[in-house]
C-alpha cells in the first residue's frame, strides 16, 4: 500500500501572502484580472502553489482550512483586544477570498472553518485526529509559527522563508530552539505576540524567555519555582516582571494554544479528505476560471 499524505493548507496565510507578494508598489488598477473582471494574482499565486505542493509531498488527501468569521472568533468575544489592531482587508483579497473558495468547492478539494476557531483549530485537530486512524504523513502548509506546537513524529510544518521552504519535524525543531515541539506555547506565552496582540510578560524577551522554559520545562513549573523562591540566580532580575505579568502570561498561553479537539472535524471520517482530483483537472478548473493558462497536452 502506498504511504498517506495529508496535506493541510493554512488557506488564508497561503492567500495573503500571495497577495501581498504580488501587489507590493501597484495600484490596485494595474493588478491582473480574468475575463470576468475578477481579480486574480493571489488567486493565481494560490492555485500555482496548491499544485506543486500536491506533487511534491505526493498528496493522496488534502484539505484547506479558513478562519471562521472574526467577529464570532471565541478567542475575541473573550478578549476583545485579540488581534483588534488588525486593519481592514484590501478589496481584491476579499474578492479572491471568495472566489478561491468558490473554485476549491467546483474542484472538489475539501475545505472548511469551524464557526467560532481559526485556522488553525482546525489544522490542529485534523493533525491528531487523522494519524490516530489512518497511517501516514501529515504536512502543514503555513508560515504561522504558533504551530509549530502541533508538530510531532507524524506532523511536520512546511515554512516558506526567503530562498526555501524549511521542513520543521521534531529533529529540526529542537536542535534550532533547543526545546521540545510541546513547549513551543509556553515560549509564545512569555515573549507574547504583537502581531495577534497577545501581550506576554512585559519585560521578558527572548534572551531569557527560552533559557526559562528550556532550565524549568513549562510555566506551571516556572511558577511554582518562583513561590517557592527558589528562582535560579541567573534569573533573579526577571523575578518581579515575571510575578507582575503572570495574569497577562496566562491569558496569552490561552491565546496561543491551538485547540485540538474540535467536534467539527473529529465528526468528519477521514476519508472526506481524500484528494480525488488529478492535477490535469485541477489545472482545467483553474484555466476555466482564467487564473492558469490551460496545460499543453
Not at 482546525?122 to 504551530?147: A, C, F, Q
Not at 512585559?202 to 528562582?231: F, M, R
Not at 467536534?263 to 479528505?273: K, Q, T
Amino acid at each position: 500500500m502506498n504511504e498517506k499524505n495529508f496535506l493541510l493548507i493554512d488557506g488564508f496565510n497561503l492567500l495573503s501572502r500571495g497577495y501581498f507578494a504580488t501587489s507590493y508598489g501597484r495600484n490596485i488598477d494595474e493588478l491582473p484580472k480574468n475575463s470576468r473582471g475578477e481579480y486574480i494574482n493571489a488567486a493565481r499565486v494560490f492555485w500555482q502553489k496548491l499544485q506543486q505542493l500536491i506533487d511534491t509531498y505526493a498528496v493522496t488527501d488534502l484539505s484547506i482550512a479558513w478562519d471562521g468569521k472574526r467577529s464570532d472568533i471565541l478567542r475575541t468575544q473573550k478578549y476583545d483586544f485579540y488581534k483588534a489592531q488588525r486593519s481592514d482587508l484590501p478589496e481584491p483579497l476579499v474578492d479572491q477570498y471568495e472566489l478561491i473558495k468558490e473554485l476549491l468547492m467546483q474542484a472538489g478539494i475539501h475545505q472548511m472553518d469551524a464557526p467560532g476557531y481559526e485556522a488553525d483549530d482546525v489544522i490542529g485537530t485534523w493533525s491528531r485526529h487523522w494519524p490516530s486512524r489512518v497511517n501516514g504523513n501529515v504536512w502543514i502548509y503555513s508560515n504561522d509559527k504558533d504551530m509549530l506546537q502541533l508538530i510531532n513524529e507524524n506532523v511536520a510544518q512546511v515554512i516558506a522563508k526567503k530562498k526555501e521552504e524549511v521542513i520543521y519535524r521534531p529533529e529540526l525543531f529542537r536542535q534550532e530552539f533547543q526545546l521540545e515541539p510541546s513547549q513551543w506555547v509556553d515560549v509564545k506565552a512569555l515573549l507574547g505576540d504583537p502581531s495577534d496582540n497577545i501581550p506576554g510578560c512585559p519585560g521578558v524577551g527572548e534572551k531569557s524567555a527560552y533559557p526559562l522554559i528550556q532550565t524549568y520545562g513549562d510555566l506551571q513549573t516556572l511558577y511554582q519555582v518562583l513561590a517557592q523562591g527558589e528562582l535560579d540566580e541567573r534569573f533573579k532580575r526577571y523575578k518581579k516582571k515575571l510575578i507582575e505579568g503572570e495574569e497577562k502570561v496566562n491569558i496569552s498561553y490561552e491565546l496561543a494554544t491551538i485547540i485540538t479537539d474540535l467536534d467539527a472535524v473529529r465528526s468528519l471520517p477521514a476519508e472526506s479528505v481524500q484528494l480525488g482530483k488529478s492535477q490535469q483537472e485541477l489545472q482545467e478548473k483553474a484555466a476555466e476560471r482564467g487564473i492558469l493558462t490551460p496545460r499543453r497536452s
